[in-house]
C-alpha cells in the first residue's frame, strides 16, 4: 500500500524557515501528484500546494504563495517543501497525499480527490 510519510516539523521562531519532506513508501504505479495540506487547531484541513507528477507544474495557496516552494526529487517518490518567512498562522499539523486524478498530469487543490495520506507532522511557530 501507497504510505507518504512525512518529516521535519519543529518548533520554529516568526521569520525563520523550516523545510517538510515527504516520503512515499510501498510499492507504488508511478503517475501521481503530491500535495501538501495543513489543519490548524479548530480549523479546517486546508491546501497549501502541490506537484505533478513530472515535478515541472506546481500550484501554491494563497496564503503561502512566495514563501513556500514544493519540489520533488528526480527519482519521483519524494517531494520536499520549504517554508521561509514563517508566521504564527503557520502554526499547524502538515499532512502529504498523493492522487492519480488526472494521471498526475495536474496540480491538484482539491482534498478529497487525494488517495493516501501520512500521518502529519506538526510545525508550529512562535511569535
Known amino acids: 500500500q501507497v504510505r507518504p510519510v512525512e518529516s521535519g516539523g519543529g518548533l520554529v521562531q516568526a521569520g525563520t524557515s523550516l523545510r517538510l519532506s515527504c516520503l512515499i513508501s510501498?510499492?507504488?504505479?508511478?503517475?501521481?501528484?503530491m500535495g501538501w495540506f495543513r489543519q490548524a487547531p479548530g480549523k479546517e484541513r486546508e491546501f497549501v500546494a502541490s506537484?505533478?507528477?513530472?515535478?515541472?507544474?506546481?500550484y501554491y495557496a494563497d496564503s503561502v504563495k512566495g514563501r513556500f516552494s514544493l519540489s520533488r526529487a528526480i527519482t519521483k517518490n519524494t517531494a520536499n517543501l520549504q517554508m521561509n518567512s514563517l508566521k504564527p498562522e503557520d502554526t499547524a499539523v502538515y499532512y502529504c497525499?498523493?492522487?492519480?486524478?488526472?494521471?498526475?498530469?495536474?496540480?491538484?487543490?482539491?482534498?478529497?480527490?487525494?488517495?493516501?495520506w501520512g500521518q502529519g507532522t506538526q510545525v508550529t511557530v512562535s511569535s
Open positions: 510501498g510499492p507504488t504505479v508511478g503517475g501521481y501528484a
Open positions: 497525499a498523493t492522487t492519480y486524478y488526472g494521471g498526475g498530469n495536474s496540480p491538484i487543490s482539491l482534498d478529497s480527490v487525494y488517495d493516501y
Open positions: 506537484v505533478t507528477w513530472s515535478g515541472k507544474n506546481t
